[in-house]
């Protein structure tokens, strides 16, 4: 991304995907648990046990594909000096993210 990018654009368009693809997983973001139940799942996704034709597990990897895309949204604003602030469902799920990397014991959410 550039310093042309609208990092601030980026991050609703993919915060509002998330709510979409949580809203259909009934994962409510105001729950820790449960979204730190996602997060540690998300970040210990292995493809291999893909199964097709499962919708549920097809909007699971959705948004696993958008936390990444959230993920390299907000490194790539740092790297250009723009601090992305994202809507509450992104917020709580960064925070998710980092507690679960936390327990992980290694450095944010990016591996």
Request: charged fraction near 30%; charge should be negative; aromatic fraction near 8%.
């Amino acid at each position: 991304m550039t310093d042309f990018e609208n990092y601030t654009g980026t991050a609703s368009r993919v915060a509002l995907e998330i709510e979409r693809k949580l809203i259909a997983l009934g994962i409510d973001w105001h729950d820790d648990l449960k979204l730190r139940e996602f997060a540690r799942e998300a970040l210990s996704f292995d493809a291999s046990h893909i199964k097709q034709g499962d919708a549920k597990q097809a909007a699971r990897i959705e948004c696993y594909g958008l936390i990444g895309l959230m993920l390299k949204t907000m490194e790539e604003s740092a790297e250009n000096g723009y601090e992305v602030h994202g809507s509450d469902v992104w917020k709580a799920l960064a925070r998710a993210l980092w507690l679960e990397k936390d327990l992980q014991g290694t450095k944010g959410p990016v591996q």
